[in-house]
């Protein structure tokens, strides 16, 4: 090891005598291997020093941190060298050091110059503190061993110094200046002892050239009036890094908040910010560029840029724009993705579905490969170094200190690294094709949407109707929200659009043709988001720059009607076409709800922020199965059982919230639930179903009935009303006991008496109420009222029934709704018709009311299907019968969804195309009924 560092050599030659005390070099390296630094051992090791150390405070404080540094550095290289500390530890051991050195400084000249000017104060008389911002790897606790830290000094508000008594008053600003200057000429001044870190300020307002302290308000002005890109990803692992010394704790974490308040806007949007990808990858250009300068002033070798294991190509900075640029796009939504640490960012990103499991795991691995690389480069001379050099002998050494077993073998593994990280980060940064066809200069044309040279590309493109196509892409280029962008916003646009051009003849052979959709029906669906998406840069910028997520988003469309409807309505959920999540898996609705409470919970007060905030996680989630869906990857009844699910979570946050904005309250959580009946009771819940819930109580508080009406209308306002989000569902409350003319919510007690029929006169639920509920079960809010519910559920249906007098009441019911929806139309209507869906469920509920007093297993709220194959089983209906009238109704299912999907507003087709499924139904009805 001591001969591979110099810098080790140093130290154990008689001029390093301090450190080494004069040991063999086996026995100090040993020594230092032995010693691991916490936080706590690093102050022990600094009061010894400075104790040790000659001359007044600060120069104490000088010796005490230089030798400090030395001790930790040596300690260090021998276990890195030796296998007995990891990266983790290199760098928060240096992390720590940093923190500690700052703050030590910050102690001792804070004090003395309070205690010769005065201590800082706001206009409001609170005494002030600097705020030392550590950014870049100081601030993400990565820092190198050799590394310098960057460093912005910011201050609360301005004012001036109170309690001066040996010089004159200064301004807040003026004090804090003087300080930054002494800890820098602390930490950065190379004295025989050497330096702490070397100081890199240039990351502050305007540079060099800007003020070395800036208050809050001097920061914020800056970032609104000529803040940067560059500085956003900057000031994402920005982090104070001092703590309290003139102030209180408590003041000290208000100065921090309000720091935060500002810096949190400024590098998180609210919305996605997509258009960071164009900004990074401009940044990067200037790095690469510098990289080569550097290279070439220091007489590299030809590929020395490539060897630069930081700024070169695959190198560390690369991997760490990989996951800047998604902190900085969904940062604003996602709170998680807002660390300061790339690997736990990697991590996140993985969880979240942005990037693949296996890509994140082996960007991680290669991180702590290029990183452990650097530290044995920085190993050999304590220099700021990260070029790989082109000595064989020099690169032996790196082998050996990195345990590799050659120089070879090091640097095939460092390729193998580079090639991998540089595939990942061209596969996002990839520069967007040029466009120099005749077709988009015809895009570019003023001319009108009946232009000729247009239409007649449209036509060699293969377009039917081209004149057509051409006017919906002048409706889009022309409309009012895309002119009022910028001209690169103008050109990104016709490229986006362009490229929907030939992807609509592309897939008209593809995936159209298995839909039965050609071209221009693809395009005009596409139209129909490009007018939306034409004003948002953010979204043009996502499809223009990935193209996976404008592949997704063209097949989608070919796929799907309602799905283009729904993208139309929630264009923000085009972001999630970039994710990498496992299909057909179910959803967690309960770490879904945790989330998603959390948010809600930040949220404050805010009642349309929450609104907002809970429609959007749920479209999120509707849309993640619409995509597994048309993947085909889940069946219509696990899409329905999920759909279902996510609902039921749903409801439980909307009560949640709604109860949190009552002011009358006599109890902290209410004993409310709510009941789901028809599609959502039976988990057959499609994307556009109404829900039909009831809502019931159980509380004897006198205030009780007040209280749950007032709930259950806060309630019913969060599911369906209108926001700038949309709405959750559409809520149908006509099954509640009387109807619309019974209460928005009833006691529980008079709900069983009421399905009883043992209310006043002997009046109580109708037969088709007891058919209802055979459907339904227990969605959200108290699982104990939920409990009773489902008791009282089975205490109804296992009532003794007349055979005869259900039937009658049955068909009589059955005559009802086939009144009520008459089809005209020479097509099968697959829900209401003779043969069709209804015929099967009130078969399945029939069943049930007649036989689950004396076959509980009918009580189960299993489904259509697999109550009728139950039925079957018990011998209830023939068996056989009863499988094929279960797939009949699967069949049916799957029609209708399929129906929907291309936005149908009634599930209806020719009767010869489910000619057997039509008979088999009748046959089970006739079996059943007579």
Excluded at 684 to 697: A, C, K, P, Q, T
Excluded at 787 to 800: G, S, W, Y
Aim: hydrophobic share 45%; aromatic share 6%; glycine share 8%.
């Amino acid at each position: 090891m001591h001969a591979i560092s110099r810098y080790v050599q140093r130290h154990l030659a008689p001029a390093g005598a301090g450190v080494a005390d004069g040991a063999p070099a086996g026995e100090a390296l040993a020594r230092w291997a032995a010693d691991r630094w916490t936080p706590q051992a690093l102050r022990d090791a600094l009061a010894q020093l400075r104790e040790a150390a000659a001359g007044d405070e600060p120069q104490r404080l000088a010796i005490a941190l230089r030798r400090l540094r030395q001790r930790v550095m040596l300690s260090l290289i021998a276990r890195d060298a030796t296998g007995r500390a990891d990266l983790a530890e290199v760098v928060t051991t240096m992390t720590a050091l940093a923190e500690l050195s700052i703050q030590a400084g910050i102690d001792v000249h804070a004090r003395e110059l309070a205690a010769i000017h005065g201590t800082p104060h706001s206009v409001d008389d609170v005494p002030q503190d600097l705020l030392v911002v550590g950014m870049g790897k100081l601030g993400g606790g990565e820092l190198n061993v050799s590394s310098d830290v960057d460093l912005v000094f910011v201050y609360d508000e301005d004012g001036e110094t109170r309690g001066a008594k040996m010089a004159r008053t200064l301004s807040n600003h003026e004090f804090f200046a003087r300080l930054g200057r002494r800890l820098i000429a602390l930490l950065n001044d190379l004295t025989g002892d050497g330096f702490v870190f070397r100081v890199d300020m240039r990351l502050r307002p305007n540079g060099s050239a800007g003020p070395l302290a800036v208050s809050n308000a001097m920061l914020e002005e800056y970032w609104v009036a000529q803040g940067r890109a560059w500085e956003r990803f900057a000031w994402l692992k920005g982090r104070v890094v001092s703590a309290p010394v003139l102030a209180s704790p408590s003041q000290f974490t208000a100065q921090c908040a309000a720091l935060d308040g500002i810096v949190r806007p400024f590098v998180f949007r609210k919305y996605l910010d997509f258009g960071a990808i164009a900004a990074l990858r401009d940044l990067h250009k200037l790095i690469r560029a510098e990289a080569s300068r550097r290279a070439a002033g220091a007489d590299a070798r030809d590929d020395g840029v490539k060897s630069n294991v930081k700024l070169g190509r695959g190198g560390i900075r690369e991997l760490e724009f990989v996951a800047q640029t998604f902190q900085i796009i969904r940062g604003g939504r996602e709170t998680r993705l807002r660390s300061k640490s790339t690997l736990l960012t990697l991590r996140t990103l993985s969880e979240l579905g942005v990037l693949p499991a296996a890509t994140a795991d082996q960007l991680c691995v290669s991180y702590v490969f290029l990183r452990n690389l650097e530290h044995a480069l920085q190993y050999v001379d304590d220099a700021q170094t990260h070029v790989i050099p082109d000595d064989a002998a020099a690169v032996d050494g790196i082998a050996k200190l990195m345990g590799a077993q050659s120089a070879a073998a090091l640097l095939r593994e460092y390729r193998a690294v580079q090639a991998f990280v540089a595939e990942t980060f061209d596969a996002i940064f990839a520069e967007p094709e040029t466009d120099d066809d005749a077709l988009q200069m015809a895009l570019g044309s003023t001319a009108s949407a009946g232009d000729g040279e247009l239409t007649a590309d449209l036509l060699a493109l293969g377009f039917s109707e081209p004149s057509a196509a051409a006017e919906r892409v002048r409706a889009v280029l022309d409309s009012p929200r895309a002119k009022t962008g910028s001209e690169a916003a103008r050109q990104a646009l016709q490229r986006l659009v362009r490229r929907a051009l030939h992807a609509a003849i592309q897939y008209s052979q593809e995936i159209g043709a298995a839909h039965d959709i050609g071209p221009d029906e693809h395009f005009a669906r596409f139209a129909q988001l490009g007018d939306v998406v034409a004003g948002r840069n953010t979204y043009v910028a996502l499809l223009n720059q990935f193209p996976r997520a404008f592949e997704r988003v063209m097949r989608m469309l070919a796929a799907s009607r309602w799905a283009t409807q729904y993208l139309v309505r929630h264009p923000i959920l085009l972001d999630e076409l970039l994710g990498e999540r496992s299909p057909g898996h179910d959803a967690d609705t309960g770490t879904w709800s945790a989330a998603v409470r959390a948010q809600l919970i930040e949220a404050g007060e805010d009642q349309e922020q929450q609104m907002n905030l809970l429609r959007d996680a749920h479209h999120v989630q509707v849309f993640r199965l619409l995509i597994a869906d048309l993947d085909g990857v889940l069946t219509v009844e696990r899409l329905a059982d999920q759909l279902s699910a996510l609902a039921d979570a749903t409801l439980a946050l909307a009560i949640e919230a709604a109860w949190s904005t009552l002011t009358r309250k006599h109890r902290d959580a209410p004993r409310f639930a709510v009941v789901g009946y028809g599609k959502l009771g039976g988990k057959e819940l499609g994307y556009e179903s109404d829900l039909d819930l009831i809502f019931l109580y159980d509380d004897d508080d006198p205030a009780a009935a007040e209280t749950y009406s007032m709930l259950a209308r806060r309630l019913v306002t969060w599911l369906s009303t209108q926001t700038s989000s949309g709405r959750l569902f559409d809520v149908d409350l006509r099954l509640r006991p009387d109807g619309n003319a019974g209460l928005m919510v009833s006691p529980l007690e008079a709900f069983s008496r009421y399905q009883r029929n043992e209310g006043q006169g002997g009046h109580g639920a109708w037969p088709w109420e007891h058919q209802a509920l055979t459907r339904a079960r227990f969605s959200a809010g108290d699982a104990s009222i939920g409990e009773r519910f489902e008791a009282e559920r089975e205490h109804v249906l296992m009532q003794a029934r007349d055979e005869d007098t259900l039937r009658s009441d049955v068909l009589a019911m059955r005559v009802r709704i086939l009144d009520g929806h008459p089809n005209t139309s020479a097509l099968f209507d697959v829900k209401h018709d003779r043969g069709g869906m209804i015929d099967i469920e009130f078969i399945v509920q029939y069943l049930v009311l007649l036989h689950a007093r004396s076959h509980h297993v009918l009580l189960r709220n299993a489904g259509n299907i697999a109550l009728l194959q139950i039925a079957g089983e018990l011998q209830l209906i023939d068996a056989p019968l009863s499988i094929k009238g279960a797939d009949a109704y699967r069949t049916y299912r799957r029609i209708q969804h399929r129906l929907r999907l291309n936005g149908a507003e009634r599930a209806r087709l020719p009767a010869h195309e489910v000619e057997s499924e039509i008979e088999t139904v009748k046959r089970l009805w006739t079996a059943v009924f007579g």
